[in-house]
């Protein structure tokens, strides 16, 4: 079995700056892509930012700029850092990955971290 787990979020002004982590572990063969998604109250989920494992990423259109993914393929872990917040980031914002075990390849969804910009 596979685990995300997701850490860093929290309140913060509007203007301010946040960094996500999301670890993966378990009996991971191999990890592909990583990816943050969001959700904010009372909308769909919605497509945050990806990164392959050679480093290669893609950003929703709206958030190019001020958002970075990265990721530590050693650790197994990505990284968002989000810059110059707004009241509109705040969401519950979760991490995906799509990985292979020694039986399978599938996506995997951690439990999400609360994400708050608010003065």
């Known amino acids: 079995q596979v685990q995300l787990v997701e850490s860093g979020g929290g309140s913060v002004q509007p203007g301010g700056s946040l960094t996500l982590s999301c670890a993966a572990s378990?009996?991971?063969?191999?990890?592909?892509?990583m990816s943050w998604y969001r959700r904010a109250p009372g909308k769909q989920r919605e497509f945050v930012a990806l990164?392959?494992?050679?480093?290669?990423?893609d950003y929703a259109d709206s958030l190019k700029g001020r958002f970075t993914i990265s990721r530590d393929n050693a650790k197994n872990t990505v990284y968002l850092q989000m810059n110059s917040l707004k009241p509109e980031d705040t969401a519950v914002y979760y991490c995906?990955?799509?990985?292979?075990?020694?039986?399978?390849?599938?996506?995997?969804w951690g439990q999400g971290t609360q994400v708050i910009v608010s003065s």
């Open positions: 995906n990955a799509d990985v292979s075990t020694a039986t399978m390849r599938r996506d995997y």
């Open positions: 378990g009996n991971i063969f191999r990890i592909y892509a």
């Open positions: 990164i392959y494992s050679s480093g290669n990423s």
